[in-house]
């Protein structure tokens, strides 16, 4: 499973910390190249759920079992 974590700042130290919810998290296709992967994560943003600050793509057998793949990025 290939995904999008979204990460929002915290309102403590300013850090970057992993949303939590189920919006924070979208599936995608793991057909798609990692450029499609990253122009996803962009374009979901805000869409049907709140404006996060940057995403990280992660790949794994579950969500629980995965690791990222890409670094954290800015949106």
């Known amino acids: 499973m290939t995904?999008?974590?979204y990460y929002q700042k915290s309102a403590i130290s300013n850090a970057l910390v992993p949303a939590c919810g189920d919006r924070a998290v979208v599936?995608?296709?793991g057909r798609a190249s990692?450029?499609?992967h990253h122009v996803d994560a962009?374009?979901?943003n805000g869409v049907r759920r709140p404006v996060y600050a940057a995403y990280a793509i992660c790949k794994g057998r579950?969500?629980?079992d995965s690791k990222a793949i890409s670094a954290i990025r800015a949106l």
């Open 3 to 5: 995904y999008v974590q």
């Open 27 to 29: 599936i995608l296709d």
């Open 34 to 36: 990692m450029c499609i």
């Open 42 to 44: 962009r374009r979901f």
């Open 62 to 64: 579950t969500l629980a």
